[in-house]
């Protein structure tokens, strides 16, 4: 029983790799090279960042992609629920020599500009972006939120819940505080999608606040610049699951508070003033 009981921690790494390769199957191929695209429509990339609805994004446009025929391709999840995401985002992207095909996928959400893809312009892509003053306040109350990765155990869950109780306890305002000196990148990734990608003709961009405020004119330009042909049956089931109306915040909820605006409402004034000055070329910009 004692041998059996030492072999445990090792099943269970086992099952949650096993997890993990069933529902990346199609990455795992496009990373050996070996996935062949079953459609020749022009590929299409979705850029965005954290906290602007990207996982609801990406799942109706997986939705539309697949419909057309394409193959939607998700290598930041494959990496992230592996827990490699990190080393992943930060450069693995560009040192693991991957080839992007400019016909038959979808490949998103990326959450920041993966500069592994080269030529851009032969991709349609969609950029979707959030007033980063809210997007840094959803971070903190979507601490206790994310559902742990699928690939990592409970020794490591247990620290990772350690680190979020130790943010939490600092208080929203330190967060914001401590999180805009210590992660540079937190506004880096703006300026790399702006000057990669705003103003270019295969490029569409839109707002988070847009998608929440008026969502079926935001789905008609979506769809607009796609041009897949989307059903109008597929087109309705979409437009029903956009419930983004949140009743009450709930830091418990992944789908908190989506309003624009959110940081005007947590955070102390001396703090939405530091908040403003450090993002405030960023907020030009993009017409925040």
């Given at each position: 029983m004692?041998?059996?009981?030492?072999?445990?921690?090792?099943?269970?790494w086992?099952?949650?790799?096993?997890?993990?390769?069933?529902?990346?199957?199609?990455?795992?191929?496009?990373?050996?090279?070996?996935?062949?695209?079953?459609?020749?429509?022009?590929?299409?990339?979705?850029f965005?960042?954290?906290?602007?609805?990207?996982?609801?994004?990406?799942?109706?446009?997986?939705?539309?992609?697949?419909?057309?025929?394409?193959?939607?391709?998700?290598?930041?999840?494959?990496?992230?629920?592996?827990?490699?995401?990190?080393?992943?985002?930060?450069?693995?992207?560009?040192?693991?020599?991957?080839?992007?095909?400019?016909?038959?996928?979808?490949?998103?959400?990326?959450?920041s500009?993966?500069?592994?893809?080269?030529?851009?312009?032969?991709?349609?892509?969609?950029?979707?972006?959030?007033?980063p003053?809210?997007?840094?306040?959803?971070?903190?109350?979507?601490?206790?939120?994310?559902?742990?990765?699928?690939?990592?155990?409970?020794?490591?869950?247990?620290?990772?819940?350690?680190?979020?109780?130790?943010?939490?306890?600092?208080?929203?305002?330190?967060?914001?505080?401590?999180?805009?000196?210590?992660?540079?990148?937190?506004?880096?990734?703006?300026?790399?999608?702006?000057?990669?990608l705003?103003g270019?003709?295969?490029?569409?961009?839109?707002?988070?606040?847009?998608m929440?405020?008026?969502?079926?004119?935001?789905?008609d330009?979506?769809?607009?610049?796609?041009?897949?042909?989307?059903?109008?049956?597929?087109?309705?089931?979409?437009?029903?699951?956009?419930?983004?109306?949140?009743?009450?915040d709930?830091?418990?909820?992944?789908?908190?508070?989506?309003?624009?605006?959110?940081?005007?409402?947590k955070l102390?004034?001396?703090?939405?003033?530091?908040?403003n000055?450090?993002?405030q070329?960023?907020?030009?910009?993009?017409?925040?």
């Amino acid at each position: 029983m004692d041998k059996f009981l030492s072999y445990l921690p090792f099943i269970e790494w086992m099952v949650r790799r096993w997890k993990v390769r069933s529902l990346y199957a199609v990455e795992r191929q496009i990373l050996k090279g070996k996935h062949r695209a079953k459609s020749d429509r022009q590929s299409i990339i979705f850029f965005t960042v954290h906290k602007a609805g990207s996982s609801f994004i990406g799942s109706i446009l997986k939705k539309i992609v697949i419909e057309a025929g394409l193959t939607p391709v998700d290598l930041d999840g494959y990496f992230f629920n592996l827990g490699k995401g990190d080393a992943w985002e930060g450069g693995g992207r560009i040192n693991r020599k991957i080839y992007y095909c400019p016909n038959g996928y979808s490949y998103g959400p990326f959450r920041s500009f993966n500069q592994g893809i080269s030529n851009l312009d032969d991709y349609k892509i969609i950029l979707v972006l959030r007033d980063p003053r809210d997007v840094i306040v959803s971070s903190y109350y979507s601490l206790y939120s994310h559902a742990f990765l699928i690939g990592e155990g409970k020794k490591k869950q247990k620290i990772r819940m350690n680190r979020r109780e130790d943010k939490w306890r600092c208080g929203i305002d330190q967060f914001v505080i401590n999180k805009l000196k210590s992660r540079p990148s937190y506004l880096d990734n703006y300026y790399k999608y702006y000057f990669s990608l705003i103003g270019k003709p295969n490029v569409l961009f839109l707002k988070y606040e847009n998608m929440v405020t008026d969502f079926e004119t935001w789905l008609d330009k979506l769809l607009k610049f796609l041009d897949l042909n989307t059903s109008p049956h597929l087109k309705d089931e979409i437009i029903n699951l956009s419930d983004l109306e949140v009743g009450r915040d709930n830091i418990y909820k992944h789908k908190r508070q989506v309003l624009p605006g959110d940081h005007r409402l947590k955070l102390k004034k001396e703090t939405i003033e530091i908040l403003n000055s450090e993002s405030q070329e960023i907020l030009e910009l993009f017409d925040y």
